[in-house]
């Protein structure tokens, strides 16, 4: 079945370091793809979307593309805050809205 | 507008009790959904509503999980009897129909001792 895997964490980065979580997922069809986060003590929050090949989906900072010949949809930001500290979910949903989650990776940033 | 609403935040039960959950989704939603995150793991889904109907519960343990969305609206999920394994977080989304991305609630964290 469909499914997402993403890097392993936890990571750890100094202030201002470029930030990459791999994603790459596994379906049949075209599905869309997500990026959700998690702050500490608080529910998920969808951080950005791409909905077809070659969109990129950004919000806060925080950009991904959607690679079909790579199946692909890595996360990346140019210079990550203590404030982005949270768990990262990748996720895809194609059919039916049902959606997918990795298994999340955990991002410390330190000041 | 208004978030996704759950109920309680916290729950601790021993293990053979039953427990009972809350969802509010957000008003003209019509998709509910019930995830199930295990600690260190991400969201598996339970269940989802359309509307007052289930669309998809293959993952539903119908042995001892029970969930009905009365009404279209607000939705309740039931563990009868939970069991140590069933410790998680429970959360709630809702999403319209043409929507991208679902909003989650804040969830429930139920312990089982």
């Known amino acids: 079945g469909d499914s997402v895997t993403q890097m392993e964490g936890p990571v750890t980065l100094s202030e201002e370091a470029f930030l990459t979580i791999n994603c790459t997922y596994t379906?049949?069809?075209?599905?869309?793809l997500f990026w959700y986060v998690q702050y500490p003590g608080e529910g998920l929050q969808l951080l950005l979307k791409a909905t077809k090949a070659d969109d990129k989906g950004s919000n806060k900072g925080f950009e991904a593309t959607y690679r079909k010949e790579t199946t692909s949809f890595h996360l990346e930001k140019g210079s990550v805050q203590v404030s982005d500290s949270a768990v990262y979910f990748c996720?895809?949903?194609?059919?039916?809205?049902?959606?997918?989650f990795g298994a999340g990776t955990r991002l410390t940033v330190k000041p | 507008e208004a978030g996704v609403a759950q109920s309680p935040r916290y729950k601790i039960i021993e293990k053979r009790q039953s427990v009972a959950f809350w969802c509010n989704p957000i008003?003209?939603?019509?998709?509910l959904y019930w995830y199930q995150q295990i600690l260190g793991q991400g969201p598996k889904l339970l269940i989802q509503?359309?509307?007052?109907?289930?669309?998809?519960d293959s993952q539903l343990p119908k042995d001892r999980f029970s969930a009905e969305r009365l009404k279209g609206v607000d939705s309740t999920l039931k563990i009868q009897p939970a069991k140590l394994e069933d410790s998680a977080v429970y959360l709630c989304?809702?999403?319209?129909?043409?929507?991208?991305?679902?909003?989650f609630g804040s969830g429930t964290r139920l312990t089982v001792v």
């Open positions: 509503f359309q509307n007052n109907g289930v669309v998809d």
């Open positions: 008003s003209g939603h019509a998709t």
């Open positions: 996720a895809l949903s194609a059919s039916n809205n049902d959606m997918r």
């Open positions: 379906a049949t069809g075209y599905p869309s």
């Open positions: 989304a809702s999403s319209n129909t043409g929507d991208w991305g679902y909003t």
